[in-house]
C-alpha cells in the first residue's frame, strides 16, 4: 500500500512540475513558488529608445518573481543566435528577444521548439514560413509609423506647389521597423507628385551614423534638400548636427520628420530644430511579464499585442517634455 500511494505522489509532483514548467526548470506561478526562468537577447544599446527598452525590460522581470538571463547582441544577428541557443542549453522557461533583423530564425527558433521553450517576440518581428515558431509578440505597428510620419509632412506641406525634395535616414538594413517604416511613409507620399525622395541611405539607428551619412547626402545634393524623414530619433539628431555645421538652420531650412519620441527628440523641437516625432513607445516591460506569466502558465495569448502611441510637434514640445517617460 506505501509504494503505491508513493508512487502516486511521484506522479502528482511530475505532473505539477510538467503543467507549471514549459520544458524549463519550471516554477513561477503554480510551480512550488520557483521564479520563471526568462532569457533574453537584446539588439544591443544603439539609441536613446534601446536603452529605456532595456530599462523597462529589466524593471518588469525581476526577482524572486523572474529569473532574468539577459543579453546584448550589439546589433549583431549572429550574437543573438548564440545567446538564444544558450537560454536553449540553460533550459530556460521562456525565450524572449527583440529580433535585429527579420529573416535567418527559423533554425534556432525550431531548436526553441524541440526544447519545448516558449518563445516571446517583443519590439521586432521575423519573417517565418512555420507560426508556430513563436508565441506572440508584443510590439509597434512600424507601417502605421511610417504612415503617421508622411501625413505629418503632408499637413506641413499645405499650399506648397513643390517639388518638395525629400532625404531618408533609413533603420538597420533588413529589421522590421527600417522596411515598415519606409513602406509607411512611401504609400502615403505616393500619387502626390509634390514629394521627391531623392536619397535613401541605412544610418543604422544610430547618432554618429546618421550624421555621417547626412554630410553625405548635403555634399551630394547641394542645397536642394527640404526635408528629412529619419527612422528615428537618434539618427535624426545625428544629422542635426551635419545641418548646423553645413551653416543650415534644422527645423527650418531643412524641415525634420522622425520616429520614436524620445526626450532628446522633444529637447530638439523645443529649440526649433526638429519639426515632429512620431512616437514609438519602448515601455513594453510591464506588458512583456505578464505575457511571459501568461505563456509559463499553459494560458491563451493573442498573437499580437500593440501598444498605444501618438505624434507630437515642436509646438508641444515644451508642454509634453515634463510628461516624457523615455
Ligand atoms: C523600434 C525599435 C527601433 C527604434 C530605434 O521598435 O526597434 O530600434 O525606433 C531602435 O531607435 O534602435
Known sequence: MRKFLFGMLALGAVALAGCSGSGGEGGGEGGEGKPITVGFSQVGAESEWRTANTRSVKEALVAPEFRLRFSDAQQKQENQIKALRSFIAQRVDVIAFSPVVESGWETVLREAKA???????????????????????????????????????????????????????????GSAPANDRMRGFKEVIEGDSRFQIVRSQSGDFTRAKGKEVMEAFIKAENGGIDVLFAHNDDMAIGAIQAIEEAGLKPGSDIRIVSID???????AMKAGKLNATVECNPLLGEQLAQLIRDVHAGREVPRRVT????????????????????
Open 115 to 173: 526544447a519545448n521553450i516558449p518563445v516571446v517576440l517583443t519590439d521586432r518581428a521575423v519573417d517565418v514560413s512555420d507560426e508556430s515558431l513563436y508565441v506572440t509578440f508584443i510590439g509597434s505597428d512600424f507601417v502605421e509609423e511610417g504612415r503617421r510620419a508622411a501625413r505629418w509632412l503632408i499637413e506641413d506641406s499645405e499650399g506648397k506647389t513643390g517639388p518638395v525634395r525629400i532625404v531618408e535616414l533609413q533603420g538597420t538594413v
Open 307 to 326: 501598444v498605444e502611441e501618438g505624434v507630437y510637434t515642436m509646438d508641444q514640445a515644451a508642454a509634453e517634455l515634463p510628461n516624457r517617460k523615455y
Open 261 to 267: 519620441g524620445v526626450r532628446g527628440a522633444f529637447e
